[in-house]
């Protein structure tokens, strides 16, 4: 169910979305930029000792994406939970009548 408090709180995230992802193609291209500009100048860059047991960047970041999406289900799950048991409260306070579950239907033989 959709309600307009509801409606107004999912517009003004997807701006905030928005207004984020606008920031992807100024920050990727400046960051080229001073890549490019530091390649041209040093191009025999030395590597680090023990490069091999340093995640590359893009490790790092599928590693911490997959941690904070655990986080967010877990909380997610945790928030369901506590709302589901409040439900006999707050369901007073909306004026919401609880969903009534349809008992299965037995057949008879």
Do not use: C
Request: net charge neutral.
């Amino acid at each position: 169910m959709t309600t307009p408090v509801l409606d107004k709180l999912t517009d003004v995230q997807t701006s905030v979305v928005d207004a984020i992802a606008t920031v992807k193609e100024p920050v990727t291209s400046g960051v080229s930029t001073v890549v490019e500009f530091i390649v041209d100048r040093l191009p025999n860059i030395p590597a680090v000792p023990y490069a091999e047991q340093i995640p590359t960047p893009k490790e790092l970041i599928d590693n911490q994406y997959k941690f904070a999406k655990s986080i967010i289900d877990t909380n997610k799950d945790i928030a369901l939970a506590v709302a589901k048991a409040a439900a006999p409260i707050t369901d007073a306070v909306l004026d919401r009548k609880p969903v009534a579950r349809k008992a299965p239907v037995k057949k008879t033989a």
